[in-house]
């Protein structure tokens, strides 16, 4: 099996501030990782993917996120949020069927 | 290209009711999955589907849970009857073959009173 852990549930920031959310997954073999987004009232998106190769992955509005096999990490990073930025961000790992971190509450204050 | 449905987007029923939640999948996706989302926890894997057949229904909690997708196009979710463990969102995800790559549907927020 497979668990996927995001160590922080509810992020406040102000606008221009610095972005990380942090990933862990347990699984110690090879893995594809995936960050989705739900804006209010939205449906979940894919924010971006890792499948091989680079282990810097960018993704959509200017999200990127780095892939540390040795520490099992997958942490979702922006230098700048905007208050647009406003969402849940959920890590996951497909293992046979997707395995979700509890997801991140991030609010941005204008 | 359609993105993945779900009806109804809301639900409040009483506790013993019935009831049935649908999803349509992008068209061309032979895989389907069900998730559920209770309160404040992770989104948990409930079961897929591969067209008409049940791949893995590892996640369905009980037997007052069941799953269809006769024909391999949308599919049902049924709750009967309803418990009120059974409140959350209920979200459904389709992929092509071979991809990991899910698409999710805006879910449907079921209530039970």
């Known amino acids: 099996a497979q668990s996927v852990s995001q160590h922080n549930h509810h992020v406040i920031l102000s606008e221009a501030a610095s972005l990380e959310l942090g990933c862990n997954y347990s699984y110690g073999g090879t893995v594809n990782l995936f960050w989705y987004v739900q804006y209010p009232g939205q449906h979940l998106q894919l924010l971006l993917k890792y499948f091989s190769g680079d282990p810097l992955v960018k993704g959509i509005k200017g999200f990127e996120a780095e892939f540390i096999k040795s520490k099992f990490s997958f942490n979702l990073r922006k230098p700048s949020v905007q208050w647009s930025d406003t969402a849940e961000y959920f890590c996951?790992?497909?293992?046979?069927?997707?395995?979700f971190g509890s997801g991140t509450k991030l609010n941005v204050k204008p | 290209e359609a993105g993945v449905t779900q009806f109804p987007s809301h639900s409040v029923i009483e506790k013993g009711q019935t009831v049935t939640l649908r999803c349509d999948p992008i068209?061309?996706?032979?895989?389907l999955y069900w998730y559920r989302r209770v309160m404040g926890k992770e989104i948990k894997f409930l079961l897929h589907f591969v067209k008409e057949s049940k791949q893995d229904e590892s996640g369905m909690p009980n037997n007052r849970f069941l799953a269809e997708r006769t024909g391999g196009t949308y599919s049902t979710l049924k709750v009967q009857p309803a418990e009120l463990e059974d409140s959350g969102v209920y979200f459904c995800?389709?992929?092509?073959?071979?991809?990991?790559?899910?698409?999710f549907g805006p879910g449907t927020r079921l209530t039970v009173l």
């Open positions: 995800a389709s992929s092509r073959t071979g991809s990991d790559t899910q698409y």
């Open positions: 068209s061309g996706h032979d895989n």
């Open positions: 996951a790992v497909p293992y046979n069927k997707f395995y």
